[in-house]
């Protein structure tokens, strides 16, 4: 492992040479040609980096209900090169043409902790971390990964993690391709999409079959909305049939609608002692014997889900896939 991540950073440092800063705007060339820049900077997306105002170009957008990561607050912003379209695709991922990038900034106990980007290249999709410097001025690539002190929202000190570069193909990867996760057009707002459209940025507003409701509004829809929503959001990058966790054969869109996909009734294909000795995915009216809820619950190495991006338990998502798994019958 060190030698990779040892391999990674000398690379890295030999790639991130050839990117110039860009002077103005930004920097087009940085998310299409070979190689890795060095700083965030580079790509030229912040016109304030330190407050996370986005340059000319650059949209803020944000997800109805998010991914969690040990409660950090993320900021998010997509660029679409001059002149092109993001292709609208119904209740799926918004089709950003080459030269578009993806950019979110984690903020966590106050400062800003990492910013992840996703370029579109001529090859394909290419996923980058960035860690923020001490005086919140820029963040340097961080090819290997980083670990850190930090203190959660809910007051638990951990060790936080920065993926590193091939970490970052265990969540985005479908089909084997890096692949965007979070702006779907049942993940964002109509309003949103009605704006990015009006500014010439999206071909047409999609027509969204059901939108996942916003996680802040929970307690105002139903009960399996919500939850099933969360799921999409944390688990159904990998349980999906082309995802990393597709031999499971639990599956946790928010378009599947068969209950034995959602693990309800059903068994395990090979949880190992990921299952903590209980027999069924989901049962129906008890969570406790439930191995989803089981998993979601736990912090061990090899039991705990989500696998990556957590180092402290979301007691939110809990509950409400708690009262998910209660109420069914």
């Excluded at 002149?83 to 106050?110: E, H, M, Y």
Aim: charge should be positive; glycine fraction near 10%.
């Amino acid at each position: 492992m060190r030698l990779l991540a040892a391999a990674l950073l000398l690379a890295g440092a030999a790639i991130a040479a050839r990117a110039e800063p860009a002077a103005q705007g930004v920097n087009a060339r940085a998310i299409v040609d070979a190689g890795y820049p060095a700083n965030l900077s580079d790509y030229g997306f912040f016109a304030d980096p330190a407050a996370q105002r986005p340059a000319g170009g650059v949209t803020p957008y944000r997800v109805q209900t998010p991914l969690w990561s040990d409660g950090a607050e993320k900021l998010r912003f997509v660029y679409v090169p001059d002149g092109k379209q993001a292709l609208a695709n119904g209740d799926g991922l918004l089709n950003l043409p080459v030269g578009s990038a993806l950019i979110k900034t984690f903020r966590l106990d106050g400062r800003l902790i990492e910013t992840r980007v996703l370029l579109h290249r001529p090859e394909g999709w290419v996923a980058l971390p960035y860690q923020w410097n001490a005086a919140q001025t820029d963040a340097r690539l961080a090819l290997a990964g980083a670990r850190l002190d930090a203190v959660t929202p809910a007051g638990e000190a951990i060790s936080y993690a920065i993926p590193n570069k091939n970490q970052c193909k265990d969540c985005h990867a479908l089909g084997g391709e890096v692949v965007p996760l979070g702006p779907k057009g049942r993940n964002l707002s109509a309003a949103w999409l009605a704006d990015f459209a009006k500014a010439g940025k999206l071909d047409r507003v999609p027509q969204v079959t059901r939108r996942v409701p916003l996680w802040e509004d929970r307690a105002k829809v139903p009960v399996a909305d919500a939850a099933r929503g969360y799921l999409d959001a944390n688990c159904a990058h990998c349980h999906n049939p082309q995802g990393a966790a597709s031999n499971s054969g639990l599956f946790l869109s928010w378009e599947v609608t068969d209950r034995t996909m959602l693990g309800i009734g059903k068994r395990p294909v090979a949880a190992g002692r990921g299952s903590g000795g209980l027999d069924f995915d989901v049962v129906p009216g008890r969570p406790e014997a439930s191995i989803l809820y089981h998993r979601m619950a736990s912090l061990e190495g090899g039991v705990s889900m989500p696998e990556l991006g957590r180092a402290s338990l979301d007691r939110d998502g809990l509950a409400i896939v708690h009262a998910w798994i209660r109420g069914l019958r």
